[in-house]
């Protein structure tokens, strides 16, 4: 059994080891686990990796070679889909549900769900939110801090509360 003094050391080690070799310090946490294997345990795609600290709910499919950076939640409540080459910023949540006329009804209504689909080649900036039902088209980049509660088409370049288009290709 290790003791605390070990385990001390071997932090140390690991965070030392870490700084040296990509200029950065990581909480305990991912000093001790490893992004692909998550991944891979998840069943997202070949050379996708998301951070330990992310959290991931229900039926959540993502492509292959996409980055999902740290503090990141992925709600599948309602399906949630994710291509491949997407880099999702930290913090950033995706949400497949709301419970909005719930609340309101005081119980009486039901959650709402509808599919939410990030394609191909997206980039998401940090801590955005984006709602239930909404598609961001192949190319879609997003501004950090922006709450996207709509669709945009392909290409588009959106940021703002709520998201709006400022450039499209």
Known sequence: MLTGELL????????????????????????????????????FGEKTSIYDSSQVFGNVTVGKNT???????????????????????????????????????????SYEYAETVVEDNCYIG????ISKGVTLRKGTVVGANSFVNKSFPQNSKIAGNPAKIIHKS
């Open 8 to 43: 001390k050391r071997l932090f140390r080690s690991k965070r030392k080891k870490l700084k040296k070799q990509y200029a950065r310090v990581l909480p305990v946490n991912e000093l001790f686990t490893d992004r692909w294997e998550k991944a891979r345990f998840l069943g």
């Open 67 to 109: 980055w999902i950076g740290p503090f990141t939640i992925l709600d599948g409540s309602g399906k949630l889909t994710i291509g491949s080459n997407c880099s999702i910023s930290a913090g950033v949540q995706i949400y497949t549900h709301d419970t909005v006329k719930w609340a309101t009804s005081g119980g009486e209504a």
């Open 126 to 129: 940090p801590n955005t939110i």
